[in-house]
């Protein structure tokens, strides 16, 4: 009979016996097969759970099939299957391991999300996988294995991610935006000084308004489409060109920022944040400058819709120079709100409050949304 032979060692813990061992992605994927969470109902109503994986997220699929071709893709922590003792053989004096071939051999308690990932890659690519063996196991203890290693995780905050690409060597639209972010964090006379939570930075509570992922994330998609970004990573990491973005891919994906990032001129992108909402600042001084309880201007809610009105504005303005103050001042003092009423009651935190806000905005300012390019007379402040 056909098997897949590979190194291995022996573990005891509390729970019993296991195995650790070391396989090529095309074996795992030959061998295993996802237990889907299914439910069924009796007559009395009772939900019966069988199975142990989490049905498939199509998406996180798509995004491990194209994390698993960058140059410095890795799973570092293992899958872990379970097999019956039939399928298997373990030699302790050579620390080998033979299992059975065939797509029926091992049941996937953890890590289904990323084998479907690994699907990717072409066959003949290597890249192994380390694999925790559990032989005989029974459906009691399969659960508990999972439900320990997926009731019990917390997830990493956004806003560390980003902290992360600071170690980073390679440019990247992420390490762009981080550095950003630190830079309008400190910088005196930044209408961002000390408003955002930077990571292993003294916190002062009293001016701090927005996370360091919040602040990031709307400057990103001005950058790069969200979907592209560790694609726009890898490339450059590799010292792959990329190409300039079309004018339609400009104007139909708001990607204002993206030339000077690929032209590395992040100096003017960070100029360019820091006049508009020093504009910001000089229209409404009270909502933006003061942390106050019940206004959103300064918080997420206001500063999602600010920027989702940027590249409309830049679009009006011409998106190849960074633009004054007073340019961007002259649009935002034709809206007719006053600092006082940037409050919950009127614009609610969240994503209904932003987009009420963002409608409010272009309406003021007279912006037609679908080609906010076209002309318009406004009066200089």
Not at 81 to 88: G, L, Q
Not at 109 to 129: A, N, V, Y
């Given at each position: 009979m056909s098997s897949i032979e590979f190194p291995c060692l022996e573990i005891a813990q509390p729970i019993g016996v296991f195995y650790i061992g070391v396989m090529a992605q095309s074996d795992l994927i030959e061998i295993s097969k996802s237990d889907v969470i299914h439910i069924d109902k009796d007559e009395r109503d009772i939900e019966t759970v069988s199975g142990l994986e989490r049905p498939i997220s199509r998406l996180r699929v798509k995004e491990l099939q194209e994390y698993v071709k960058n140059i410095d893709a890795a799973f570092p922590t293992g899958v872990i299957i379970a097999v019956s003792a039939m399928d298997v053989e373990f030699d302790r004096n050579q620390k080998v391991m033979k299992l059975r071939r065939g797509d029926d051999v091992a049941t996937i308690i953890d890590g289904q999300h990323r084998i479907e990932g690994l699907k990717g890659l072409p066959p003949t690519f290597r890249f192994d996988m380390n694999v925790t063996i559990f032989v005989d196991m029974d459906p009691e203890d399969q659960a508990a294995i999972f439900s320990t290693i997926n009731l019990k995780q917390v997830p990493v905050s956004k806003s560390i991610t980003y902290e992360l690409f600071e170690y980073a060597r390679s440019r990247s639209p992420q390490k762009t935006c981080h550095q950003i972010a630190r830079r309008l964090n400190q910088s005196s006379g930044s209408p961002f000084k000390d408003k955002i939570m930077i990571l292993g930075v003294a916190h002062d509570k009293d001016k701090e308004?927005?996370?360091?992922?919040?602040?990031?994330?709307?400057?990103?998609?001005?950058?790069?489409?969200?979907?592209?970004?560790?694609?726009?990573?890898?490339?450059?990491?590799?010292?792959?060109?990329?190409?300039?973005?079309?004018?339609?891919?400009?104007?139909?994906?708001?990607?204002?920022?993206?030339?000077?990032?690929?032209?590395?001129?992040?100096?003017?992108?960070?100029?360019?944040?820091?006049?508009?909402?020093?504009?910001?600042?000089?229209?409404?001084?009270?909502?933006?400058?003061?942390?106050?309880?019940?206004?959103?201007?300064?918080?997420?809610?206001?500063?999602?819709?600010?920027?989702?009105?940027?590249?409309?504005?830049?679009?009006?303005?011409?998106?190849?120079?960074?633009?004054?103050?007073?340019?961007?001042?002259?649009?935002?003092?034709?809206?007719?709100?006053?600092?006082?009423?940037?409050?919950?009651?009127?614009?609610?935190?969240?994503?209904?409050?932003?987009?009420?806000?963002?409608?409010?905005?272009?309406?003021?300012?007279?912006?037609?949304?679908?080609?906010?390019?076209?002309?318009?007379?406004?009066?200089?402040?």
């Amino acid at each position: 009979m056909s098997s897949i032979e590979f190194p291995c060692l022996e573990i005891a813990q509390p729970i019993g016996v296991f195995y650790i061992g070391v396989m090529a992605q095309s074996d795992l994927i030959e061998i295993s097969k996802s237990d889907v969470i299914h439910i069924d109902k009796d007559e009395r109503d009772i939900e019966t759970v069988s199975g142990l994986e989490r049905p498939i997220s199509r998406l996180r699929v798509k995004e491990l099939q194209e994390y698993v071709k960058n140059i410095d893709a890795a799973f570092p922590t293992g899958v872990i299957i379970a097999v019956s003792a039939m399928d298997v053989e373990f030699d302790r004096n050579q620390k080998v391991m033979k299992l059975r071939r065939g797509d029926d051999v091992a049941t996937i308690i953890d890590g289904q999300h990323r084998i479907e990932g690994l699907k990717g890659l072409p066959p003949t690519f290597r890249f192994d996988m380390n694999v925790t063996i559990f032989v005989d196991m029974d459906p009691e203890d399969q659960a508990a294995i999972f439900s320990t290693i997926n009731l019990k995780q917390v997830p990493v905050s956004k806003s560390i991610t980003y902290e992360l690409f600071e170690y980073a060597r390679s440019r990247s639209p992420q390490k762009t935006c981080h550095q950003i972010a630190r830079r309008l964090n400190q910088s005196s006379g930044s209408p961002f000084k000390d408003k955002i939570m930077i990571l292993g930075v003294a916190h002062d509570k009293d001016k701090e308004t927005l996370t360091q992922a919040a602040f990031i994330k709307p400057l990103e998609k001005l950058i790069v489409p969200e979907k592209q970004a560790m694609a726009d990573r890898d490339a450059l990491k590799r010292g792959r060109h990329i190409p300039k973005p079309t004018e339609v891919e400009v104007r139909t994906k708001r990607l204002v920022f993206r030339s000077w990032f690929l032209d590395d001129q992040d100096s003017k992108i960070a100029q360019t944040i820091v006049n508009y909402f020093a504009a910001v600042e000089a229209v409404w001084p009270k909502a933006w400058g003061v942390k106050t309880p019940g206004l959103v201007l300064n918080r997420t809610t206001g500063y999602n819709a600010l920027m989702r009105v940027l590249p409309l504005l830049l679009f009006k303005l011409g998106i190849d120079e960074v633009h004054s103050i007073e340019d961007f001042a002259s649009f935002l003092s034709l809206v007719t709100l006053t600092d006082d009423d940037f409050n919950p009651n009127i614009f609610k935190p969240g994503s209904s409050g932003e987009a009420i806000l963002y409608q409010r905005l272009l309406s003021n300012m007279k912006i037609d949304e679908s080609q906010p390019w076209k002309g318009l007379t406004v009066k200089s402040i």
